[in-house]
């Protein structure tokens, strides 16, 4: 049996996360039982929910445990199978870890899934027409729940969700408005995302400065707000916002080192009746299915291009994902491992 590599987490953070928080080891992969599978991974996923489950901490999911392999979707080859539904060779989008290998029990429901690549690239299943697609998607059409010629805002729009979140948007008929740091993120969130506009938050340090760039790109107000961040971009957008906007709380990347993020002016929430629904993609399996079958064809398609910010082998996982937290990923961030 191979030899597989793993990233464990070896303790906790104490404030920000820092590379030595992980430890690369060394293990035999097991022999399989009846209805297991090996799964050798191509490449696996880097998400900010992470750095919260680090932390042990009351939360929506139990803490990542001590000692234990960093928990994460991949995607991957069967190279190995004991299950009847399962051959050598099958691609399959998984939860298997930061490591080169896993052993899957089959049987179980959502523990493993086959996936075709003919149309979309093997990669895209852990971003684009995977969990951050699906992300994108229940935020906007179960919560936001736009019509056409709304205007809708997401923080972090040329990441993974971002990206998604913009082509689902513009199927809508919504204009889209993104937040992203640096020229280069906004150019690729207009030009090749397609949103009408993208505010720079480099340029814009403060909530005077951010609210005037929000008004400038959303003369009618903001209607829907996917947040991904917090802190005080959240605060202008909540300054624009219009009488029964919506907003989707996914993340909240700005407190994601402990410290609270308090809301400057949450009165906004009575004088223009918000909506404001925070979410786990995870709780809404009953979407998934029609979530990605219309992702999977806006990127079959090309209307929908996601780009990624690969890292090269299990090693590189802890600073690939220390970047990831401070924006220095571009579009989703992955790991390649073979």
Known sequence: MPTNRQQILDN??????????????????????????????????????????????????????LGQVMQGGTVGEVVESKHPKYAVGDKVVG?????EYSVVDASQPGALKKVDTTHVPLSHYLGAVGMP?????YGL???IAPKAGETVVITAASGAVGSAFGALAKARGCRVVG?????????????ELGFDACIDYRQHPDVKSMSAALKEACPQ???????NV????FDAVLLRTNAFARIALCGMIAGYDGQPLPLANPALFLINRLKLEGFIVSEHMEVWPEALAELGALVASGKLRPRESVAEGIEAAPEAFLGLLKGKNFGKQLVKLI
């Not at 939860?95 to 490591?99: K, S, V």
């Not at 697609?133 to 998607?137: S, Y």
């Not at 993120?185 to 207009?190: D, F």
Request: glycine share 12%.
């Open 12 to 65: 906790r953070p104490e404030g920000e996360a820092v590379a030595s928080n992980f430890k690369l080891v060394s293990t035999e992969t097991p022999a399989l039982k009846d209805n297991q599978v090996l799964v050798r991974h191509h490449y696996m996923s880097l998400d900010p929910y992470m750095r919260g489950r680090m932390n042990d901490a009351k939360s929506y999911a139990q803490p990542q445990p």
């Open 95 to 99: 939860f298997g870890g930061w490591q």
């Open 133 to 137: 697609g699906v992300t994108a998607w």
């Open 141 to 143: 059409v179960k919560i």
């Open 179 to 191: 937040i992203a740091g640096g020229p280069d993120k906004c150019k690729y969130v207009t030009d």
């Open 221 to 227: 107000g903001i209607d829907g707000y996917f947040e």
């Open 230 to 233: 917090g802190g005080y971009i």
